[in-house]
């Protein structure tokens, strides 16, 4: 029998780059899976139903509150967002390695509420570079940045309780920032494939077949 994936729970401060991360390994590594969230958000140009999320109705998204659908969900900037139940334990059941790639609020949810579950926090790699980013959109005053920089803080407050962080370079500085992020993110799902109790099948079998 195929082993159980590994859920992996990506989040980060918004403009550390977390969903570009998640985007360049994905198209390198088809073999890991990305959880297709519910949001009451009205779709981008070029977003997909079904692909880029589940667009859905307030009432909708409330239904499926009462009705306990949700392995998490959390309110992000006006909107709401969650992750459905039936569509993780479909991955992880068929043996795939899963992406949930979700808001700081959320990814805290699911590490309290399974141990077993991988939290990775992408951090910007200072605060100068954040600052930077979000005075080159043109369109926040000073003091939309102050407040933006301070919510962050609350943020990276709460990367010590992921187990992993990974710091998103400066593409100024570091021109391949973003294939050396994917590549760091990809090891640490390596690294828990590896894992001794995913080898148990095969370890019994060598012994077994090593004493004959
Ligand atoms: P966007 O609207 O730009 O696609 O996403 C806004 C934020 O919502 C991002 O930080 C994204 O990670 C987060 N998000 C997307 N899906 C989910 C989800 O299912 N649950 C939670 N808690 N956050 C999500």
Excluded at 147 to 163: C, Q
Aim: proline share 4%.
């Amino acid at each position: 029998m195929a082993n159980r994936g590994k859920l992996f729970v990506v989040s980060g401060p918004a403009g550390a780059g977390k969903s570009e991360i998640v985007k360049t390994l994905l198209k390198k590594h088809p073999d890991v899976q990305l959880s297709v969230s519910c949001t009451t958000r009205a779709p981008r140009p070029g977003e997909v139903d079904g692909v880029s999320y589940h667009f859905v109705t307030e009432e909708r998204f409330q239904q499926l509150i009462d009705e306990n659908a949700f392995y998490e969900w959390a309110h992000v900037h006006q909107n709401r967002y969650g992750t459905l139940k039936s569509a993780v334990e479909k991955g992880l059941d068929e043996g795939h390695d899963l992406i949930l790639e979700i808001d700081v609020q959320g990814c805290l949810q699911v590490l309290e509420q399974n141990p077993d579950a991988t939290g990775v926090f992408v951090c910007p790699p200072s605060r100068e570079n954040l600052e930077k980013r979000l005075r080159n959109r043109g369109t926040e005053t000073e003091e939309s940045i102050r407040v933006r920089l301070n919510n962050v803080a609350s943020e990276v407050a709460t990367a010590y309780r992921y187990d992993y962080v990974i710091i998103h370079q400066d593409w100024a500085d570091v021109p391949n920032a973003l294939e050396i992020a994917a590549d760091e993110l990809y090891a640490i799902i390596t690294a828990r494939r590896l894992e001794k109790e995913n080898r148990i099948d095969f370890l019994d079998g060598l012994s077994a077949s090593l004493r004959k």
